[in-house]
């Protein structure tokens, strides 16, 4: 069975830092790309960022110069750690994998993680 576990997520201050990890078992990912995601209530969710297999990365607007993404494909993982955290990062993070190319589509991600809940407060 596949299963992606992420952890990390907490509460920050605007301005901090929180570094999120995701944990793939079960297949391994190092032919395909990996991303971050994230919701919030009421919205839909909505892309982070994503590393494919080579390591070319693409990130939102909104978070691009703030957040980096990392992948270690021998231990099966990805990390995102987000810098200069905003009040509007606040959501529910979830990891996502199985996507061949650099994509930004949650429907073409066939794996996800259950979410790890990043809270920042002023």
């Known amino acids: 069975q596949v299963r992606l576990v992420e952890s990390g997520g907490g509460l920050v201050q605007a301005g901090g830092s929180l570094r999120l990890s995701c944990a793939a078992f079960g297949r391994s990912f190092s032919a395909y790309a990996m991303s971050w995601f994230r919701q919030v209530p009421g919205k839909e969710r909505e892309f982070v960022a994503v590393?494919?297999?080579?390591?070319?990365?693409d990130y939102a607007d909104s978070v691009k110069d703030r957040f980096t993404i990392s992948r270690d494909s021998f231990k099966n993982t990805v990390a995102l750690q987000m810098n200069s955290l905003k009040l509007e990062d606040t959501g529910v993070y979830y990891c996502?994998?199985?996507?061949?190319?650099?994509?930004?589509?949650?429907?073409?991600?066939?794996?996800w993680g259950q979410g790890t809940q990043v809270t920042v407060s002023s």
């Open positions: 590393v494919t297999w080579s390591g070319t990365t």
């Open positions: 996502a994998a199985g996507v061949d190319g650099r994509s930004r589509l949650l429907n073409e991600y066939e794996y």
